[in-house]
């Protein structure tokens, strides 16, 4: 869905492998879509560590495997994901669209983005 910017967490990838190869970095997107195709693409042309998983219904048991969760949203109203990884715990990048701010709070449960962020920003 590009209201969730999967390319934006692509290139973000392919940034912070390149400023950080000391990472063992492994990005994944979680969906299905029309641009899927495309965004694998994209991640082999930037070398960026993206697995594309396909759907799941089992969105617990995703979040646990994560250390991180990544939501470079431009149009969510609310995100519920982002209220279920942090209800697992985990720290959220996040855009300041619709309801993510009120629920995230800077520095501490996570960190927001202005919308228009690029993939500098958001590695």
């Known amino acids: 869905v590009p ?5 934006l967490l692509v290139r973000a990838a392919g940034v912070l492998a390149l400023r950080r190869p000391d990472l063992d970095l492994d990005c994944r997107v979680w969906g299905e879509g ?7 693409a994209l991640a082999v042309e930037l070398a960026a560590p993206v697995r594309f998983m396909g759907a799941t219904d089992d969105v617990a048991l995703v979040l646990a495997e994560m250390d991180v969760f990544a939501y470079p949203t431009t149009g969510e109203s609310v995100g519920f994901v ?23 709070c800077q520095g501490r449960t996570g960190f927001l983005l202005d919308a228009q962020a690029g993939e500098q920003d958001l590695a």
Not at 3 to 7: F, I, L, W, Y
């Open 3 to 7: 209201e969730k910017n999967p390319e």
């Open 82 to 104: 982002v209220l279920e990884a942090m209800a697992m715990g985990l720290p959220v990048v996040s855009t300041t669209v619709g309801a993510v701010p009120s629920f995230v």
């Open 34 to 40: 029309p641009e899927r195709s495309r965004l694998e």
